[in-house]
């Protein structure tokens, strides 16, 4: 079976295998679950800054939450939220910049604006125009599953990977007769959407089974209700030790892209991890 085809995001290549990628999370959006939100252009470009100082290799923008109870935000308040930031951290920082939308327009606009790559959570399912945003400029796109109410713990039961690759592959059926071209598909399994504790340990701990979609692998398990209750209800700002037992198992099992809040903790344990499982790595 031959490995992914290699993606090309403005001046940064990302050959799979190699090493792990670092996407770090930046909300401009008041009301994140992780609480970290910026509401301001300088506060975004110096938090991307530092991001990048610490080891991020994409810094993934988004102004809706899409934790559980987040009100949808208008499009007019999200490109409001959005195009700026993207405008000064592709500009200002020359950074690679992921937009994280739902929105076929915001993710036009972002592109436009510099974005290199869109990141939908609902797999393309949301916005009927999206496919034909990202295939019209050739962008990039990560389809992740467990958005919306059609998911939920209950109707996944004990099948929840098999769910996950059906899932999936009918996103990248879609996407593909829609004229998105299929080596620019990322796909993540969605953990902590739609899952149960335990079906979230089971995506990390099958998830190399998604190998036989021949294409890189997305997970974001960072500060995760899940990594809370595991350790006995910790609150968001102490999940980093949990998120990093879930970045090296993730790593381990196949993922490509890790995508986390504490990239300066996080992008030291991947590379360590990377250093112990690719030997050329740690010479």
């Known amino acids: 079976m031959t490995g992914p085809v290699p993606v090309h995001l403005r001046d940064l290549t990302l050959e799979w295998g190699r090493r792990t990628y670092i996407m770090g999370v ?18 975004a470009v110096a938090r991307a800054r530092q991001m990048l100082a610490e080891g991020a290799d994409i810094i993934d923008v988004g102004g809706e939450s899409t934790r559980p109870g987040a009100q949808p935000v208008p499009l007019d308040e999200e490109l409001r939220r959005v195009i700026p930031a993207v405008e000064a951290l592709a500009g200002e ?13 915001v993710a036009r606009r972002a592109l436009r ?13 949301a916005d009927p125009d999206m496919a034909g945003v990202v295939a019209e400029l050739q962008a990039p796109v990560v389809l992740m599953h467990g958005y919306g109410a059609a998911m939920s713990p209950s109707a996944l039961a004990a099948r929840v990977m098999p769910e996950v690759l059906e899932f999936l592959e ?13 080596e620019r598909i990322l796909v ?3 953990f902590g959407f739609g899952k149960t504790v335990q079906q979230n340990l089971e995506i990390i701990r099958r998830l190399r089974e998604l190998r036989v979609l ?12 899940t990594i809370g209750r595991v350790l006995g209800g910790l609150p968001v700002q102490e999940r980093v030790e949990g998120t990093a037992a879930a970045v090296v198992v993730s790593i381990l099992n196949g993922a490509d892209v890790i995508r986390v ?15 112990i499982i690719r030997p050329e790595q740690g010479e």
Do not use: C, W, Y
């Not at 920082?93 to 327009?105: I, N």
């Not at 974001?220 to 209700?225: A, C, D, T, V, W």
């Not at 809040?261 to 250093?275: F, G, K, N, Q, W």
């Open 26 to 43: 930046l909300n401009v959006t008041p009301d994140s679950f992780s609480g970290d939100g910026i509401m301001d252009v300088p506060a």
């Open 93 to 105: 920082l020359g950074a690679v910049v992921s937009v994280d939308t739902m929105k076929s327009e």
């Open 113 to 125: 604006a510099g974005a290199a790559m869109v990141n939908d959570v609902s797999a393309l399912r």
């Open 170 to 182: 009918e996103r990248i059926e879609s996407a593909v007769a829609s004229g998105v071209a299929r």
């Open 188 to 190: 993540d399994p969605g």
């Open 214 to 225: 021949q294409l890189p692998v997305v997970i974001g398990p960072s500060r995760k209700g």
């Open 261 to 275: 809040h504490d990239v300066h903790v996080l992008a030291r344990v991947a590379r360590m991890t990377d250093a």
